[in-house]
């Protein structure tokens, strides 16, 4: 087991939980889950998850994220295949907050909760151990190379008549309007951003999430990045992007 990768997965599992059951708990995430991993160990580390996972302790980011390394752990020993080891994982999660949780949020919150889930972990063993772990660094390693410049507009008014001008026909699920994508498009300031950041935005499942990027794509509206599975970004389109030119800061 690559720990370091796994604890990563762990921590970036563990947050969505915490923020969809206790927002207010988001303050001191990265401090309790230090806190988790420091009291874990190195060599101990699933038995002492283990021994979290079953303590009453209502919830926290050491119960939640106790219950995933467990859990991962266990998967990572089942033969290498990916969909059974996320069955596994989408499993013994969906008991856990069933079991804790039952009644907090709504069930389509609690649907797409898993599907991010999921997501994340089908990532992970599809690219399983440092891999993975360099492929979620990359993108934070390629904007520290890059010069820091002054926030740019992008072309805000040729956005909203290409916006304008599609054929936003509802999918199954929740829609999301013309002028919402113009706001989230226009925030991107023309970066790149994932699938999943048009469905937390949203809170769309990643179907219907997929959908409306794949209109904006045939529209000429957004760009790909040819990159696959989670290495997959978006963009906006060269006409929609800011000017080139900008001030350093």
């Given at each position: 087991m690559d720990r370091d990768a796994c604890l990563e997965l762990v921590r970036l599992i563990t947050r969505p939980v915490v923020e969809l059951f206790?927002?207010?708990?988001?303050?001191?995430?990265?401090?309790?889950?230090?806190?988790?991993i420091l009291?874990?160990?190195?060599?101990?580390?699933?038995?002492?998850?283990?021994?979290?996972?079953s303590q009453p302790q209502g919830l926290d980011t050491?119960?939640?994220?106790?219950?995933?390394?467990?859990?991962?752990?266990?998967?990572?020993?089942?033969?290498?295949?990916?969909s059974a080891r996320v069955s596994f994982v989408r499993k013994e999660a969906k008991n856990f907050l069933v079991?804790?949780?039952?009644?907090?949020?709504?069930l389509s919150q609690f649907y797409r909760l898993l599907s991010l889930?999921?997501?994340?972990?089908?990532?992970?063993?599809?690219?399983?151990?440092?891999?993975?772990?360099?492929?979620?660094a990359r993108p934070a390693r390629e904007a520290l190379s890059q010069p820091q410049l002054l926030p740019k507009a992008v072309k805000e008014e040729e956005l909203r008549r290409a916006l304008s001008e599609m054929d936003l026909l509802p999918p199954k699920?929740?829609?999301?309007?013309?002028?919402?994508?113009?706001?989230?498009?226009?925030?991107?300031?023309g970066r790149w951003f994932r699938l999943l950041d048009l469905e937390a935005h949203f809170r769309v499942n990643k179907?219907?999430?997929?959908?409306?990027?794949n209109m904006l794509l045939k529209a000429g509206i957004l760009e790909h990045n040819?990159?696959?599975?989670?290495?997959?970004?978006?963009?906006l389109a060269g006409p929609f992007q800011p000017a080139a030119s900008s001030t350093p800061a």
């Amino acid at each position: 087991m690559d720990r370091d990768a796994c604890l990563e997965l762990v921590r970036l599992i563990t947050r969505p939980v915490v923020e969809l059951f206790c927002p207010q708990k988001l303050g001191s995430f990265e401090e309790e889950f230090t806190a988790f991993i420091l009291a874990a160990g190195v060599a101990q580390v699933s038995e002492k998850a283990a021994v979290l996972v079953s303590q009453p302790q209502g919830l926290d980011t050491t119960l939640v994220a106790g219950m995933f390394f467990q859990v991962l752990v266990e998967a990572e020993k089942l033969p290498k295949d990916t969909s059974a080891r996320v069955s596994f994982v989408r499993k013994e999660a969906k008991n856990f907050l069933v079991k804790h949780l039952a009644g907090e949020i709504t069930l389509s919150q609690f649907y797409r909760l898993l599907s991010l889930i999921e997501e994340n972990v089908h990532n992970y063993f599809e690219y399983l151990g440092s891999e993975w772990l360099r492929a979620q660094a990359r993108p934070a390693r390629e904007a520290l190379s890059q010069p820091q410049l002054l926030p740019k507009a992008v072309k805000e008014e040729e956005l909203r008549r290409a916006l304008s001008e599609m054929d936003l026909l509802p999918p199954k699920g929740r829609r999301i309007t013309t002028e919402g994508l113009w706001t989230f498009l226009k925030d991107t300031q023309g970066r790149w951003f994932r699938l999943l950041d048009l469905e937390a935005h949203f809170r769309v499942n990643k179907k219907t999430a997929w959908t409306y990027l794949n209109m904006l794509l045939k529209a000429g509206i957004l760009e790909h990045n040819g990159e696959k599975a989670n290495r997959v970004r978006y963009t906006l389109a060269g006409p929609f992007q800011p000017a080139a030119s900008s001030t350093p800061a």
